[in-house]
Nanobody, 124 residues
Framework: QVQLVESGGGLVQAGGSLRLSCAAS????????MGWFRQAPGKEREFVAD????????YYANSVKGRFTISRDNAKSTVYLQMNSLKPEDTAIYYC?????????????????WGQGTQVTVSS
């Protein structure tokens, strides 16, 4: 059974930090790039960050660059998202997803497996 399970969300004040985790099971993890997306109420799902299978390359949305850091531990089949200097506009459900290995795009359709999401709420 394929599972991507996010955790670490919660309520935090503006300027605070959270670390999200996404544990994978039932699928090949270590040789695939992984990404984080988020979806706020009434908005489309948007790309946040992506990391190559070897951690050699990372890519961020402009809105989070310099504040968020994506990382992974292939031995634990887990990908992380460290979020610092959080803003109210970061409030959303955050999802992790596995990107197809041959894809070079960060559009949602290029990701084949998704977690159920974890809520992040940033108060002002």
């Amino acid at each position: 059974q394929v599972q991507l399970v996010e955790s670490g969300g919660g309520l935090v004040q503006a300027g605070g930090s959270l670390r999200l985790s996404c544990a994978a099971s039932g699928l090949t993890f270590s040789t695939y790039p992984m990404g984080w997306f988020r979806q706020a109420p009434g908005k489309e799902r948007e790309f946040v960050a992506d990391i190559s299978w070897s951690s050699g390359r990372t890519y961020y949305a402009n809105s989070v660059k310099g504040r968020f850091t994506i990382s992974r531990d292939n031995a634990k089949s887990t990908v992380y998202l460290q979020m610092n200097s959080l803003k109210p506009e970061d409030t959303a459900i955050y999802y992790c997803a596995r990107r197809r290995s041959y894809s070079s795009s960060y559009l949602p359709r290029e990701y084949d497996y998704w977690g159920q999401g974890t809520q992040v709420t940033v108060s002002s």
